[in-house]
């Protein structure tokens, strides 16, 4: 049974460019939870996907858009990247909001 | 507004015991979880509370207090794989059960 898979699983850009990570979640989930993680931090909640809806965003700016296509996976874009987008990108499946469980996640690095 | 409180770093030795304390406030309460993530790594589940007790899994036990908004994580018999941080996450109401993090605990095992 696999569990969640991100990708890739390193990434450099550079300021202003833009980057889609990606999350296929684990069987039998059906919600996708992003979150960013900086650098000895807590996970900070970016936004939720279920039934292909954005359904709950924290505090992160539009650059931050997200899509989840019918067989649950999901991407994240950043637009505009900047310094601070630099970070570990977790992304974390669920049957509905029960049940997370996290991939090992993308670390990018913003030049 | 919601915040949640862990020291952020503790050292013990091995074979011995530690309790991580969190402190939290939150907009409504629907469980407290407790990750254990290495660095790099993906965060792993180790318990989950939503009454008032304690929680023993092996080596490790959770305790909470909702009239306190207080929980810890105890570990024992402390090994040196332990080494890692442990994340304090608490599970809201409404808003689709989005999972809010602490900052984490570093905690070092030596020998």
């Known amino acids: 049974d696999a569990g969640v898979t991100q990708s890739p699983t390193h990434l450099i850009k550079t300021r202003g460019q833009q980057v889609t990570l990606r999350c296929s979640p684990k069987s039998g989930h059906d919600t996708v939870s992003w979150y960013q993680q900086a650098l000895g931090q807590g996970p900070q909640f970016i936004f939720q996907?279920?039934?292909?809806?954005?359904?709950q965003r924290g505090n992160f700016p539009d650059r931050f858009s997200g899509h989840q296509f019918p067989n649950y996976s999901s991407e994240l874009n950043v637009n505009a990247l900047l310094l601070g987008d630099s970070a570990l990108y977790l992304c974390?499946?669920?049957?509905?909001?029960?049940?997370?469980?996290f991939g090992s996640g993308t670390r990018l690095t913003v030049v | 507004g919601q915040n949640i409180d862990q020291p952020t770093e503790m050292t013990a030795t091995e074979g011995a015991i530690v309790q991580i304390n969190c402190t939290y406030q939150t907009s409504g309460f629907n469980g407290l979880f407790w990750y254990q993530q290495h660095a790099g790594e993906a965060p792993t589940f180790l318990s989950y509370?939503?009454?008032?007790g304690l929680e023993e899994k092996g080596r490790f036990s959770s305790f909470l207090s909702r009239s306190k908004g207080y929980s810890y994580l105890l570990l024992k018999e402390l090994q040196m794989k332990d080494s890692a941080s442990y994340l304090c996450?608490?599970?809201?109401?409404?808003?689709?059960?989005?999972?809010?993090f602490g900052a984490g605990t570093r905690l070092a095992v030596h020998p």
């Open positions: 996450a608490v599970r809201g109401i409404g808003g689709y059960n989005k999972l809010i």
């Open positions: 974390a499946s669920s049957v509905d909001s029960y049940g997370y469980t």
């Open positions: 509370n939503v009454l008032d």
């Open positions: 996907y279920y039934e292909e809806e954005e359904r």
